[in-house]
């Protein structure tokens, strides 16, 4: 089982900036990919952005170009850069570990809220 600890969600103002840092922990070895996706109230849980253990980076439509996952595998850590918010990113972003077995671990989730 792999650990996932967000850090980083706030209130921004539009236009502003954070950075969300997921740490894991537990069973690192395990996994082939790591995710932040994010949860608006009624809707449901989306893709965000993708990071494989190749290097492979994916990001969904509405962030392409504001947001940058990465990673620091000294520190087992996995970052989203958010640049530009808008009200509509307002959201639970949850990180998760795409782990070979097929199962994903899931982080405990951190509120992002954008103000306009």
């Known amino acids: 089982q792999v650990q996932l600890v967000e850090s980083g969600g706030g209130l921004v103002q539009a236009g502003g900036s954070l950075r969300l840092s997921c740490a894991a922990s537990?069973?690192?070895?395990?996994?082939?990919?790591m995710a932040w996706y994010r949860q608006a109230p009624g809707k449901q849980r989306g893709l965000v952005a993708s990071?494989?253990?190749?290097?492979?980076?994916n990001y969904a439509d509405s962030v392409k170009g504001r947001f940058t996952i990465s990673r620091d595998n000294a520190k087992n850590t996995v970052y989203l850069q958010m640049n530009s918010l808008k009200p509509e990113d307002t959201a639970v972003y949850y990180c998760?570990?795409?782990?070979?077995?097929?199962?994903?671990?899931w982080g405990q989730g951190t509120q992002v809220t954008v103000s306009s």
């Open positions: 998760s570990a795409w782990r070979r077995d097929g199962i994903t671990d």
């Open positions: 990071f494989t253990s190749s290097g492979t980076t």
């Open positions: 537990g069973s690192i070895f395990s996994i082939n990919a």
